[in-house]
């Protein structure tokens, strides 16, 4: 077993000092435990540590609308309000066959959207899991792999996308490439009915990249910043639409570059493609961000590119990075100090790191190692599991707010499978608890950041939609309830005409439908440059 840094008993310092240790060994039985009383006693500290007042939520609203506002009038600020080039909501006509590639904090997905219009589509999917290491490495290696898995999946499905019976000429000698591929569907089982383009034509793809990209039009994107515990290097301040072009450019790939996204704006625009009540979208998963319809003339900003005021333009918000460096508004307790100070981006996206899946594990993680630290969980036993950093997933902790029984048997299940710990019913109590708080705080923080939208945007009265999806929306236990309460609690009763419901996959069919409108928008020569 590896040494843990925790040991059994006390030892005394040349010093003097007096240090007690805690270690279990394989003969030690009855483990000493912590009293209920006392872990009551530490939930109280943690209560008022973790719990907003609506007096405080109402603080942070009134801070972010006018960080959301700076944002729109100034470029290059901490929460960049980047306009997206997606003019207006979509008729529910587009219709079409897209691509659309999607890397998210976790995975890569590749996607094929028919649109049917009426609202309706169909999608055919393939999902490859990023590791760890490609998220660090050289991002021309990612951007590779991104068109390296497209090329896979278009040879897959090549029989659907493209026309059989392809001129010979495309074909060629190393029959890798997506004409030689056609040639041999083209010999072989399928009648080629249904495909989507011909030898010669292009598909075209809107790529749906999460992270904050400062745009000068709607195929273009330069990164500001990795988020979500992304780092690889050679990317930032580079034109990541560009890099991917230049990855794509070395297959023989029928595919153009349409439109490049963020997941929230094509959340946006796929709820309301589905549901026109939605105005607001809101990602909640390993990041967090929100997006929605502005008029142009509010984005001071860009008025000299002299796009007509009267129209209406999606704002990709970035507010993950609210409060980031000057940390004025936000209630950081010593916990999430830690992990922004341990994380591989100190300082910044200081909202996300409150609320978003990649961080509430980490967070309950580093408060149960304090406790460990002053000797009062887990007496006896050996800690060492539990000094990974993020070895606690989040998902640990919707499984034991939502664990049914008495006896917390799912919490005895995390701790004795995942950190070979045993539980006394107090601890497992208090670690619910925990979870709750921190869960909690992070629903009502997300209130607060759709508030300050339906604030600025004047949605209060009427009411609206807000489209969300996430594993943290979709998955938390009583997530979505907690930001309604949170809603309710900053704007009293009226805080009930805002109602979030799970989007539509943005990431899929809303880039699809935005590649869609790009295209009807450039056929009709509107905003041709943008
Ligand atoms: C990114 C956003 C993204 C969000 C949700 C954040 O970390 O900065 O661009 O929308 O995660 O995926």
């Known amino acids: 077993m590896p040494a843990s840094r925790r040991g059994s008993g006390s030892i005394t310092l040349p010093s003097g000092q007096t240090l007690a240790i805690h270690t279990r060994t394989q003969d030690e039985e009855g483990l000493p435990h912590a009293t209920k009383r006392t872990m009551a006693d530490h939930l109280r500290k943690f209560e008022s540590l973790f719990t907003l007042t609506p007096q405080r939520m109402r603080m942070i609203t009134e801070a972010f609308s006018e960080t959301l506002e700076l944002g729109l009038k100034k470029p290059g600020q901490v929460v960049p309000m980047i306009p997206t080039y997606v003019f207006g909501w979509p008729t529910g006509e587009e219709v079409g066959d897209f691509l659309a590639l999607d890397l998210g904090g976790t995975n890569l997905r590749v996607c094929l959207v028919s649109l049917k219009g009426n609202g309706q589509f169909e999608i055919t999917q393939t999902k490859y899991r990023l590791t760890e290491e ?270 049914p029984t008495d006896e917390l048997l799912m919490v005895i299940g995390i701790f004795t499978h995942f950190f070979a710990l045993e539980t006394t019913l107090a601890e497992r109590q208090f670690f619910r608890a925990l979870a709750r708080l921190i869960g909690r705080r992070a629903a009502r923080l997300s209130a607060c950041g759709i508030a300050a939208i339906v604030q600025k945007m004047g949605y209060l009265d009427e009411g609206c939609s807000v489209g969300a999806d996430g594993s943290l929306y979709n998955k938390y236990p009583g997530f979505a309830d907690r930001v309604h309460e949170g809603l309710i609690d900053i704007f009293g009763e009226k805080g009930k005409n805002i109602v979030t419901h799970h989007a539509e996959d943005g990431s899929g069919v809303g880039s699809a439908i935005i590649a869609a409108m790009t295209k009807m928008r450039k056929d009709a020569g509107i905003y041709p440059n943008v």
């Open 134 to 403: 490609q998220k660090q490495e050289d991002g021309e290696n990612l951007f590779d792999f991104c068109a390296e898995c497209l090329k896979t999946f278009i040879l897959t499905n090549m029989d659907s996308i493209v026309e059989q019976g392809a001129d010979e000429e495309g074909v060629k000698e190393d029959g890798a490439t997506v004409a030689a591929a056609t040639a041999q569907a083209a010999a072989g089982e399928s009648e080629g009915g249904g495909a989507l383009i011909k030898p010669g034509q292009e598909l075209a793809l809107g790529f749906t990249f999460s992270y904050p990209c400062a745009q000068e039009r709607i195929d273009h994107g330069e990164l500001i910043r990795w988020t979500k515990g992304f780092g690889a290097p050679n990317t930032e301040g580079r034109d990541v639409a560009e890099m991917f072009r230049k990855a794509l450019s070395k297959h023989d790939l029928p595919i153009k570059l349409t439109a490049l996204i963020n997941d929230t704006t094509g959340t946006l625009i796929a709820s309301h493609y589905v549901n026109p009540r939605t105005k607001i979208a809101v990602i909640f998963g390993t990041g967090c961000n929100a997006a929605y319809m502005e008029h142009v003339s509010e984005i001071d900003k860009i008025a000299h590119l002299g796009i007509d005021p009267k129209a209406d333009m999606a704002i990709n918000c970035e507010w993950g990075a609210f409060d980031s460096f000057e940390h004025e508004h936000l209630p950081r307790t010593p916990y999430d100090i830690i992990v922004d100070q341990t994380s591989n981006k100190p300082e910044e996206q200081a909202f996300e790191k409150l609320i978003s899946g990649r961080y509430l594990g980490e967070i309950l993680r580093l408060v149960i190692c304090e406790l460990i630290d002053e000797g009062v969980l887990f007496l006896g036993q050996n800690t060492y599991k539990l000094d990974e950093p993020y070895c606690f997933d989040t998902a640990f902790l919707s499984l034991m707010e939502s664990d």
